[in-house]
């Protein structure tokens, strides 16, 4: 069970693992997406398709129809990377060998949906994957297997998203085996350390400008490619897509002023200043800096909100 790119990998894996058997797929329904609003297929969907294998969408698994249909598969585990559905006791109750999560930090930290968003936002140094047995609480469940990775300077929610995903994949396909031969035995999760990561929404990315620049620099990160990180300038949202911290630097302007540096422009925080290296105003296309200077002269000196 998955959907975004992120369960792509661990579906990959799944598929291409000599000693297991895929016997089907559940993925969400497609979406609406792009200008003209089509109907998009999930990431999960595409790679079912091309492989031939059968496939689910259900709107809800809290329904008899679905409930029946995965019972008809007679799975021994089932596998679950951001699905984006909460499972029931009923369909974790269903396969003998209950159902797994690949969950990208290290439980008991940043339970939640949006994990490596708040692993980046909170300045954490090392994150990871958790292969967990799902139960009832929200990723609360005991551990199978752990394996971490650094969070480097410059790694953005998607850059990190992507390692991440990678590391579950194989993470998970060396477990799995272990597991359903019954030489693993999943561990509970430590009571001490427990931090939540919620849901991110579009009105979080806006950028503070009292806030120093190295938590703007986190933030436009975590945001990055989704929701987005922005602020306003003259009423119109202007998105940041990348930007990086100047933390010694030191002046007079207020905070959200938009400051003139060698290489282009930046904006004076609460502490240090933040250089815009890439930037969107809105209904206009991605620009590096220099370029969104040359259209816009009078940017340098004014304030964003």
């Known amino acids: 069970m998955g959907t975004p790119e992120f369960a792509v990998p661990t579906l990959t894996a799944l598929i291409e693992a000599p000693s297991l058997d895929v016997v089907g797929i559940v993925t969400q329904p497609d979406r609406p997406a792009g200008r003209g609003r089509r109907l998009t297929p999930s990431p999960v969907k595409r790679v079912a398709?091309?492989?031939?294998?059968?496939?689910?969408?259900?709107?809800?698994?809290?329904?008899?129809?679905?409930?029946a249909q995965?019972?008809?598969?007679?799975?021994d585990v089932i596998v679950v990377a951001a699905f984006g559905q909460i499972l029931r006791q009923d369909v974790l109750d269903l396969p003998p060998h209950g159902c797994l999560n690949v969950h990208a930090s290290l439980l008991p930290r940043w339970r939640g949906a949006a994990p490596v968003a708040a692993a980046i936002l909170a300045g954490d140094e090392v994150t990871g994957v958790t292969i967990m047995r799902i139960d009832a609480g929200l990723d609360t469940g005991p551990i199978l297997a752990q394996r971490e990775e650094p969070i480097r300077p410059d790694d953005t929610r998607a850059r990190l998203g992507k390692r991440l995903a990678r590391l579950g994949a194989a993470l998970l396909v060396e477990t799995l085996p272990v597991y359903l031969a019954g030489d693993l035995l999943p561990r509970p999760q430590p009571e001490e350390g427990v931090t939540y990561a919620r849901q991110l929404r579009k009105e979080d990315g806006r950028l503070d400008w009292s806030h120093s620049a190295i938590e703007l620099d986190r933030r436009v990160r975590a945001f990055?490619?989704?929701?987005?990180?922005?602020?306003l300038w003259r009423g119109r949202r202007l998105k940041v897509l990348?930007?990086?911290?100047?933390?010694?630097w030191r002046g007079d302007a207020p905070p959200g002023t938009v400051i003139a540096v060698a290489d282009g422009a930046a904006v004076a925080t609460g502490e240090g200043a933040l250089r815009l290296e890439e930037v969107q105003l809105a209904g206009?296309?991605?620009?590096?800096?220099?370029?969104f200077l040359r259209g816009q002269r009078d940017f340098v000196g004014s304030r964003l909100d």
């Open 242 to 248: 990348r930007a990086v911290p100047l933390p010694t």
């Open 70 to 75: 995965l019972a008809t598969w007679r799975p």
């Open 49 to 67: 398709l091309e492989r031939g294998l059968p496939l689910m969408q259900p709107r809800s698994l809290h329904t008899p129809e679905a409930l």
């Open 224 to 231: 990055t490619p989704r929701p987005g990180a922005f602020t």
């Open 284 to 291: 206009k296309r991605p620009m590096d800096i220099a370029a």
